[in-house]
């Protein structure tokens, strides 16, 4: 398989942990520099790319791809953040956004 894959960061290393623990070996095809990249790049047709969900959900591109469902475990999923600047607070809609985010436990995203 060809892979496309992270340029770097907390994606590229976590993938690369799994496929050692895999005993994976495969030809990287490319390196992006985002997650919409790597899923624009696999429906193009050159290659197959692990991507958080998240990213997958809302691409315009999720008809054109086909999602695997690998034999072994895959990686686990990342905890997501949300942080602001205490004075943007005062931005209706960031508010709004905040609030709502201070009622969800981590199994509501």
Known sequence: LEFIVPEQGFSRQRLEMWWRKNNI???????????EA?????SLGFGV???PKIVLD???????VQILTPKMQAPEG???G???LRKELNDPAISALWNIAQTLDAKAI
Request: net charge neutral.
């Open 25 to 35: 070996h495969g030809k990287i095809y490319a390196q992006v520099a985002g997650h």
């Open 58 to 64: 809302n691409s315009p591109l999720i008809d054109k």
């Open 38 to 42: 790597m899923v624009s790049m696999v």
């Open 78 to 80: 990342f905890d997501i």
């Open 49 to 51: 790319a692990m991507v």
């Open 82 to 84: 949300l942080a602001v």
